[in-house]
């Protein structure tokens, strides 16, 4: 089990900067196809990796290091296009209020909306401290995760407790 829970971490991490690596299929392929798989662990496995990819974004948002052309301009045309308004709005709102900065991105975490990605990269922006930007990202991530890597199970269960 643990090669399985250090290869959904890596996968996961591998997915979080290259984007044809979804991390959600893997998952739900290795919750429906291996025995006797810990849909839970392997659910915050994944958040794990993910988190810990994602922290780049984070550490780019920061100015830390150089966005790749591609991607730079990606964040800049997000940053310029229908998002700003939002944008300009978070990044304020965070500076007065870095508690409410952290809740909009775990909530935010969950579902993905807007993208994760840019929220990382935001974050950092906004000047969110690190610890709190990983422990936001891991709960919200996490949630995430347990709920993808869970639905098998639900699946296989809800049958069963309807009586068919």
Request: proline content about 5%; glycine content about 14%; aromatic content about 14%.
């Amino acid at each position: 089990m643990i090669g399985w829970l250090l290869a959904t971490a890596g996968t996961a991490a591998l997915g979080s900067f290259f984007p044809l690596v979804n991390i959600e299929l893997y998952l739900l392929g290795v919750v429906s196809t291996v025995d006797g798989a810990n849909w839970w662990a392997l659910g915050l496995a994944a958040a794990l990796g993910q988190v810990a990819g994602k922290t780049l974004f984070y550490f780019a948002g920061r100015g830390g290091f150089a966005l790749g052309d591609r991607l730079r301009k990606r964040f800049e045309a997000k940053r310029s296009g229908r998002w700003a308004a939002w944008f300009e709005k978070f990044h304020q709102r965070t500076q007065q209020r870095p508690w409410w900065g952290l809740g909009v991105l775990c909530l935010t975490a969950v579902p993905g909306i807007p993208p994760y990605s840019l929220m990382c990269f935001l974050s950092g922006a906004a000047g969110i401290p690190l610890l709190g930007f990983l422990a936001a990202s891991i709960v919200g991530r996490g949630l995430h995760f347990l709920i993808v890597a869970g639905a098998p199970e639900l699946l296989h269960w809800l049958p069963a407790a309807l009586g068919s």
